[in-house]
Structures are given as C-alpha cells and as structure tokens.
C-alpha cells in the first residue's frame, strides 16, 4: 500500500527534517496523491525504484491546471523532499529533486493551462466516431488540438480550403495578414476524410464544418462547447468554451518538443513574440530541454514507471 512509503516519508519529516506539524501535513498529503496516482497500491514499492523525472514533471504540470501558485509551489516542494527521502533511504537513486525547478509566483493567469499528452488523448477518444456526429466533433477537435487554430479559424475552413493531394490547409492569417498554408497531419487528414465520407456535403454552402441536419455553419461559440462537452464527459473539468485550451496545448507542446518561440508564434499567427512569450515561462517541461541525461536511463526507455488504472 502507499502508506509503506507514507509513514515512513512522514516519520522523516518529524524526526529528521524538524518541520512544522502543518507543513509535514501538508507536504505528505500531496505525496500520497502523487503516489496514488502513479502506482497500483501493491506496485508502488517496487516500482518507485523506476520513476523519471519525466513523470514528475507531467505531474506538476497537469497538477497546474487545479492548483493556484501558491498550492503548486508547496506540491513542488514536497515532491523534491520526497525524491531526496527515497534517495538517502535508498529506495531511489539518483536524486530527482533537481527535476523540479523553482516555480514562479506570479498570478495564475500569467501560466498558460494546458493538457498533457495522456488527458489530451483521453479527451480525443471521448468523441464517438461510430457516429456522423462523433467523427465530426472529433475531426475538428483535431483540427484544434494538432493545428492550434483559434476556434474562429475552424469555424470558417471551406472545403476548398484543404488541399489533399499535397497535404496542405489554406490557412487565413487573422488581421489581415497574408494566407499561408499549413501543413496537415496525416492524423488530421484522415478524420476529416472520415467526417466527410460519412456527412458529404448536400447543400450550396461550403464551410467545412457544419450541423449535419440542416447543414448550417458551426458558430465558434458552438464548437467550442463542443471540446467542453467532451472534457465534461471523460471527467477532465468543467464544461463550456474550451478550444483556446487546446490551442495552449498545441503551444505549450510545441515548445517542450523545443520548438523556437518564433516557429510556435507563426503557427499561431501571432503577429510579434510578444504573445507568445508566455510559453517562455513553462519551465516544468522545458527543463527536459537543457538537463543531461540522468544515471540509468539509458536503456531503461524512457518512461519507466506503471501507471494507476
């Protein structure tokens, strides 16, 4: 169980670090949520011995979406003392704390929110593509998710706007900007081939998204209530506008697979880096960027732990 690992992390904390009740409290609480988790309870022993430092800082950073900064500093902090506790007991080696940089103060709204890979996928799958209705909500999910267009964007594509031989998208650049294609995901390709083959096109209109009983328009508002409803059903938060959540997920990923401020500011048709320098301040994953290698994990792949089911 857990609490193999708890107590004892709870007994440190008490007699060897000297902290106070209310931070061992705290700091042991979110170190138990952590466990819980990542690991099966009659896994977690044996497995801890394999956690990276890429588990801990997905954690954090899906653990930012929920938290203020204040909540997020304190989970920082008792991660990094949990890591030096399995350390010094030999439960772990080496040391994982420094995978945890120090985390800004700064209001919440100056941190971009996003998913991590696991939930972005999850939430993919909530669209039911046994259905018209599914595959629809599904390619247009995509379209934000991969492509990181605004949900205005996806609303106004017309069929013409994609060209399937070159695999390319016209892209209308917002204020008045030149078009430029973008390049289309052989992933994003094949649901909109999918949509289109099961909800072809009856009427004059060619917006590439519409309702499929009476063939008007998708409103942006509309569609991005779409992606909220979706959330909302695989219990990933709450209903309501969400696309500019995925445009932030497309970003935010953008710039741990360490894309260039300036790439991720084209694609996003941001007009200066200013806009876009928030993604600057994701240093969670950006770390992965300039750290080395650590002890061990050459061979041993790159994730290595079990996840809780």
């Keep these: ?35 819980k988790a990542q690991f099966k309870p009659n896994m977690v022993e044996r497995e801890v011995r394999h956690l990276t430092p890429e588990a801990l800082l997905d954690y954090v950073l899906q653990q930012g979406q929920h938290y203020q900064p204040g909540q997020l500093q304190t989970l920082a902090s008792a991660l990094r003392s949990f890591c030096r506790f399995l350390c010094a007991s030999g439960r772990q080696a080496p040391d994982l704390s420094p995978a945890l940089p120090p985390i800004s ?16 996928q999850q939430l993919l799958e909530e669209f039911d593509r046994r259905t018209g209705l599914g595959r629809r909500d599904y390619a247009l999910g995509l379209c934000l998710a991969r492509l990181g267009l605004r949900a205005g964007e996806v609303a106004a594509l017309s069929l013409e706007d994609v060209d ?64 909220g409803a979706a959330m909302a059903r695989g219990g990933l938060g709450r209903a309501g506008k969400r696309a500019q959540l995925l445009r932030r997920t497309f970003a935010t990923h953008l710039v741990q697979a360490g894309a260039s401020l300036k790439a991720v500011a084209d694609l996003l ?8 320098q928030i993604y600057a301040k994701v240093n969670l994953p950006m770390l992965r960027a300039v ?3 650590w002890p061990g994990e050459v061979g041993r792949g790159r994730h290595g732990l079990s996840k809780r089911r």
């Design 105 to 120: 103060g700064h209001h919440r709204q100056d941190l971009p929110t996003c998913l991590s890979r696991r939930p972005l």
């Design 164 to 227: 399937w031989r070159n695999g390319w998208l016209r892209w209308a650049a917002p204020k008045g900007r030149r078009e430029r294609p973008l390049p289309l995901p052989a992933e994003v390709r094949r649901a909109l081939a999918s949509y289109l083959r099961s909800a072809p096109p009856r009427g004059t209109g060619r917006r590439l998204f519409r309702t499929l009983r009476h063939e008007r328009p998708l409103r942006a508002s509309w569609l991005s209530e779409r992606v």
């Design 291 to 293: 750290a080395p290698p």
């Design 1 to 35: 169980m857990w609490d193999l690992l708890v107590e004892p992390y709870q007994n440190h904390l008490i007699t060897g670090a000297g902290l106070q009740p209310s931070t061992c409290a705290k700091w042991t609480s979110f170190v138990r949520l952590f466990l």
């Design 269 to 276: 048709g941001h007009a200066s880096l200013s806009p876009t």
